[in-house]
């Protein structure tokens, strides 16, 4: 059927100036309380979250309304969304509305036909909210598997998931890092009604899972971030294409100096911001320290520290353990991380 197609533009104008009103077939009458006239109100929105946007109405035409004894009680020449938006909100409770069909449409490509009754033009709205719909869920797991996606809770007092991360592939599965630890996934994008909703299933029985599978609703709010909501607990997701500005697992690769010699120049100090965060410590001041050393035993002893600003590897996959002193409280962590040199 043609009208599952692009753009629609109807028009309500073809009947002769000179021709009378109140010709309205009973059975094509729309009652305000019908799904229908609240799918028209959608069409004619335009700063609406659910405005109907793959149809539009082409200006102007002629309306009536009817009171509940489908008697004319009012005409309407409609020249606007602005003013249908007005007359639509405006019919009495338990009147109807009525448009002369057939109604003339345009394709996107210009192509013409015409819609005879009003189930021919609720399918017509069907079929656009549902083109719309999957185009919507298409963008929203579009932009997903485009970068991988920070997450902040809402709740300012809620620090259980902050920073942690979701790096969505195409078939959608996806990782999630948090605290340094790895979990994976799936999630499917689709709508509930007229609402884009993301499910997300943690493969794996525990903690994370109780907190993450749930049926989530989903706002787009711009290309650089979206809103996951399930009754009171609210997340934001920001989008993140450079690698250094977030942070996964205490695994560090740099590139080989030289092709096949599997040894790297590593910087240390450059680490330490994620190394206090996955281990969701506090930063550090003028009180306390950070150090790095190649055995657990000077991480101890707090001998034979590392150069932070420049260190080679002695394996292709090394542990360095990083010790945090903080002065103040007079305690003190040891945390292992991994560095890797590759061939880039």
């Known amino acids: 059927m043609l009208i599952c197609v692009g753009l629609f533009a109807f028009s309500c104008s073809d009947l002769d100036d000179n021709e009378e009103v109140g010709t309205v077939a009973l059975e094509n009458v729309i009652q305000k309380e019908s799904e229908l006239f609240s799918l028209i109100e959608r069409v004619a929105e335009t700063e609406d979250e659910h405005e109907i946007t ?10 009536l309304e009817f009171d509940t004894d489908l008697m004319v009680v009012n005409e309407y020449v ?6 249908f938006t007005f007359i639509l909100e405006n019919i009495s409770d ?5 448009i002369n069909f057939p109604i003339q449409s345009i394709l996107e ?3 013409e ?4 009754n009003k189930d021919e033009l609720k399918q017509a709205i069907d079929d656009c909210i549902a083109a719309q719909q999957d185009q919507i869920a298409g963008q929203c797991s579009q932009l997903l598997q485009e970068c991988v996606w920070i997450v902040s809770h809402d709740d300012e007092d809620e620090d259980m998931y902050g920073n942690a991360v979701f790096d969505v592939a195409d078939d959608g599965t996806f990782q999630f890092y948090n605290n340094g630890e790895l979990h994976v996934g799936t999630w499917i994008v689709y709508f509930i009604e007229d609402e884009l909703h993301t499910n997300i299933t943690f493969e794996e029985q525990g903690m994370t899972a109780d907190d ?3 049926d989530w609703k989903t706002e787009i709010l711009s290309d650089e ?5 399930n009754q009171d607990v609210s997340f934001t997701l920001t989008k993140e294409c450079e690698e250094e500005n977030y942070c996964a697992q205490l695994i560090f690769s740099e590139c080989e100096g030289i092709d096949g010699s599997e040894i790297s120049e590593f910087i240390f100090e450059n680490y330490i911001p994620c190394i206090l965060q996955i281990e969701d410590l506090e930063a550090l001041t003028d009180e306390d320290s950070i150090a790095f050393y190649e055995t657990q035993l000077d991480a101890d002893a707090e001998t034979n520290p590392l150069s932070q600003t420049s260190y080679q590897n002695t394996s292709q996959e090394q542990t360095i353990y990083v010790r945090v002193n903080y002065g103040v409280a007079n305690e003190f962590f040891i ?3 991994t560095i890797i040199s590759t061939t880039c």
Do not use: H
């Not at 409609?78 to 003013?83: F, H, I, L, P, Q």
């Not at 338990?94 to 009525?98: A, H, V, Y």
């Not at 036909?113 to 005879?116: A, D, E, K, P, Y």
């Open 54 to 63: 793959c149809i539009k109405f082409l200006y102007s035409f002629t309306m």
């Open 78 to 83: 409609v020249s606007s969304d602005a003013n």
């Open 109 to 111: 490509s210009g192509e």
């Open 94 to 98: 338990g009147n109807s509305i009525g």
């Open 335 to 337: 945390i292992p991380i």
């Open 113 to 116: 036909f015409l819609i005879q």
């Open 225 to 229: 971030m979206m809103r996951f909501t």
């Open 212 to 214: 993450w599978n749930f």
